[in-house]
């Protein structure tokens, strides 16, 4: 009877040494992925993902043993599907990642974050279930993706849009074709124009959609504009994640 006792104490020991490992597995590779984020000034940074990871973690325990929410009952009377907590858990956190994605005037932010959040939880469900190696695996390239592919993808030749409204007075605009070529001569080739009168008539405004491959050009064409007396209002907004 003793030693019945003494091993179920001990396959219990080993048990909640199982589960702390899987969560503390969990707690390390969130913060290490918040970390970057809280580092680059993200509001959903170390604790969000942190918590994000842990969660996830902790409800694929509850499927991976669902055999002590009912003791007393046999093993095979509770069966319940691990991939359909998976699948509720990324249905959740598709409601968390919606949360900080924001639209700032042409840019759409928060996309990056939103991704890292979803990733963070498919390495908890990873944890949660014991799938320890290629959770490693993943942390460790989702830290790679989110620092080394950032100094990549400022280095890669990419076409930037730009959002630029112009205004002079009616009598004395600037004429289209040398607007197009000011903007041609720092750069920036133009998609589409558009022309609006506003102030009751006072001012004619146009409005375009640059695109240019160095952002370095919107600084060069707004220190020529600034400088330009016939110039009374601008505004350069580019665009971006």
Not at 8 to 34: M, P, R, V
Not at 165 to 194: C, D, Q, T, W, Y
């Amino acid at each position: 009877m003793s030693f019945s006792i003494d091993l179920l104490n001990n396959f219990a020991d080993q048990e909640y040494i199982k589960i702390i490992s899987h969560l503390t597995a969990a707690l390390i590779a969130g913060g290490i992925i918040g970390f970057e984020r809280s580092f680059r000034g993200r509001p959903a940074g170390f604790r969000t993902h942190t918590l994000v990871c842990l969660s996830s973690s902790l409800l694929m325990l509850v499927t991976l043993y669902q055999w002590k929410w009912l003791p007393g009952v046999p093993l095979d009377t509770v069966k319940t599907d691990p991939t359909r907590m998976a699948q509720g858990i990324m249905t959740g956190i598709g409601f968390l990642g919606a949360g900080v994605i924001y639209k700032e005037s042409y840019s759409v932010r928060g996309l990056t974050t939103a991704a890292s959040i979803w990733i963070t939880a498919a390495i908890g469900i990873l944890l949660g279930v014991g799938f320890y190696f290629p959770a490693v695996v993943v942390t460790a390239l989702t830290i790679g993706v989110l620092a080394a592919f950032r100094w990549i993808e400022r280095k890669m030749p990419t076409e930037k849009y730009i959002h630029h409204h112009i205004r002079f007075n009616r009598n004395n605009p600037i004429p289209e074709e040398a607007l197009r070529k000011l903007l041609a001569n720092h750069g920036f080739s133009v998609s589409n124009m558009s022309y609006r009168i506003t102030n009751n008539g006072q001012f004619i405004e146009y409005k375009t959609v640059l695109e240019t491959t160095d952002i370095e050009n919107t600084a060069r064409l707004s220190e020529t504009l600034r400088t330009m007396e016939i110039v009374r209002e601008f505004r350069i907004s580019p665009t971006g994640d």
